[in-house]
C-alpha cells in the first residue's frame, strides 16, 4: 500500500519544498539564509519515503569547496543535498521542470547556459566565490548530463572554476544499489520515471568523499580534470565490484 502512496507523497514533498522555499526567501535581505536547510530537510524526507539509505565512504572534509561528481539521475540532487552543505549549478533548462525548477530558482541554484559567454563564465564564478566564502559548497556534475558507467569525459567548467577562484576541488562518487530503477537518461519523462520508483525496493546510495584537490597542485586545468576523472571512475568500479557487487 505505502508503494502506491508514493507518488503522491513525492508531489506533496516537491511542493512543499518550493512553498517553504519561497516562504524563507525574504528573509535573505535581513541577514538570515536559511535555503540550505529547507533543501536538505525536503530530501531527507523524500529519501526516507522511497526507503533510499545513504552510506558515506572515505574521509569526510567540511571545507567548503566545489563538489565535482559524476551523475546518474536527478535522486543525485536529493541524495548530495542529504549529505553535503551546498548549491548546485544547474543547465538552464532546469528552471522549466514541473515543481523541481520552480524550487531551484529561489534555492540559489546557479543556472548556466550551455553557450556561455565569458561575461557569463563570471558570473558564474563570483556567485560560485560567494557561496563558498560563507561555509557552503557548490555542486557541478561534471558530465555535464547524465549518464552510467563509465562517466562520460569530465567537462573543464569545475576545473577552471577552481583554477580561476583558487577554489579546491572535492571529488565524490555516487552510485546506487538499484540502477534498474534510479539511473535516468535525460531523453526519459520524468514522470514515468518518478511513476516506476514506486516499485522500488529498499536500496542504497553510495557516496564515496575523495580528498581534496588543491588548483596549485596541478599545472593546467587538463591535469586536474583527468586526475579527478580516474579517481571517481576507480570508486564507482570498487563501489560496483565489492559493495553493489554487480558482475
Known amino acids: 500500500m505505502f508503494r502506491v502512496l508514493r507518488p503522491a507523497a513525492m508531489f506533496i514533498v516537491l511542493f512543499t519544498g518550493v512553498v517553504l522555499t519561497i516562504m524563507v526567501y525574504p528573509f535573505r535581505f535581513i ?9 536538505s530537510l525536503w530530501a531527507k524526507i523524500t529519501l526516507w519515503i522511497y526507503k533510499i539509505k545513504i552510506v558515506r565512504l ?21 541524495t548530495i543535498s542529504a549529505s553535503f552543505k551546498a548549491f548546485f549549478v544547474s543547465k538552464a533548462s532546469v528552471k522549466h521542470w514541473p515543481l523541481i525548477g520552480w524550487g531551484a530558482r529561489f534555492a540559489r541554484t546557479i543556472f548556466i547556459v550551455r553557450e556561455k559567454t ?11 566565490v560567494k557561496l563558498i566564502h560563507t561555509g557552503n559548497s557548490v555542486v557541478m556534475f561534471a558530465e555535464g548530463t547524465t549518464s552510467i558507467n563509465p ?6 567548467g569545475a576545473f577552471h572554476m577552481s583554477k580561476q577562484t583558487n577554489s579546491p576541488i572535492k571529488p565524490i562518487a555516487v552510485y546506487y544499489s538499484r540502477m534498474d530503477f ?8 520524468f514522470v514515468p520515471h518518478l511513476l516506476n520508483m514506486t516499485k522500488i525496493p529498499a536500496s542504497v546510495c553510495y ?20 586526475k579527478c576523472q580516474r579517481l571517481v571512475q576507480e570508486k564507482i568500479d570498487y563501489i560496483k565490484k565489492d559493495l553493489v557487487r554487480e558482475k
Not at 207 to 223: C, G, Q, S
Request: glycine share 2%.
Open 118 to 128: 565569458m561575461s557569463a563564465v563570471d558570473v558564474l564564478n563570483r556567485e560560485a
Open 182 to 189: 534510479i539511473r535516468w537518461i535525460d531523453d526519459e519523462s
Open 58 to 78: 572515505g574521509k569526510r572534509s567540511k571545507q567548503p569547496a566545489i563538489i565535482v561528481t559524476n551523475h546518474i539521475s536527478y535522486w543525485d540532487i536529493l
Open 207 to 226: 557516496i564515496y568523499e575523495l580528498p581534496l584537490m588543491y588548483p596549485a597542485d596541478f599545472r593546467t586545468v587538463n591535469e586536474m580534470k583527468e
Open 151 to 156: 562517466c562520460l569525459p569530465f567537462k573543464n
Open 31 to 39: 541577514g538570515i539564509n536559511m535555503d540550505y536547510y529547507t533543501m
